[in-house]
């Protein structure tokens, strides 16, 4: 089959027959299923590095940052009461870290301790020092209060 121009430049195409005989189109512009699947490859990668640049996750950081020190200061208290003995845990202003029983623990990306205190729990799970008082974390502009109650030790998160 050829094909003119009137320009006079001819092009060839030669016919591809299919299994029943029938004339297919050769060459089809398109792209392969391998094409496809890596440019959706690379699309996922980058979606996957930029996307948490984008977004603010100070709110999340927050969250799971209270949770962390509501639960140590609580790890705290039950471990003076299952040893009999004095336990402390120290949070210093303007750390990224806390400190439980001379371990060191870290607080997630981006939260820092605003207002620090000792808690000292005794045998009986009660604070001897630092009860009735708060410590403050922060992420951003949003701050977290976690407060341990006077006579009961009760540890709360507002």
Do not use: C
Not at 58 to 77: E, K, N, P, W
Not at 102 to 128: A, C, D, K, W
Not at 129 to 143: D, F, K, L, N, R
């Amino acid at each position: 089959m050829v094909m003119h121009r009137s320009e006079s430049t001819t092009f060839h195409i030669k016919p591809v027959l299919g299994q029943d005989g029938r004339q297919v189109v050769s060459a089809s512009p398109g792209f392969t299923l391998i094409e496809l699947i890596m440019v959706i490859v690379l699309i996922s990668i980058l979606a996957v590095s930029v996307v948490p640049k984008l977004v603010d996750t100070s709110a999340i950081s927050l969250q799971g940052g209270a949770a962390m020190v509501v639960a140590d200061i609580r790890y705290t208290q039950e471990l003076a009461m299952s040893t009999h003995a004095p336990k402390t845990i120290t949070f210093a202003t303007d750390d990224t870290f806390y400190t439980v029983n001379s371990q060191t623990m870290n607080l997630p990306s981006r939260v820092s301790i605003s207002s620090g205190v000792t808690f000292t729990f005794n045998s009986l799970g009660e604070p001897t020092a630092g009860g009735g008082s708060s410590v403050e974390i922060q992420a951003g502009s949003s701050t977290k209060t976690i407060t341990v109650e006077s006579y009961t030790g009760r540890v709360s998160s507002s």
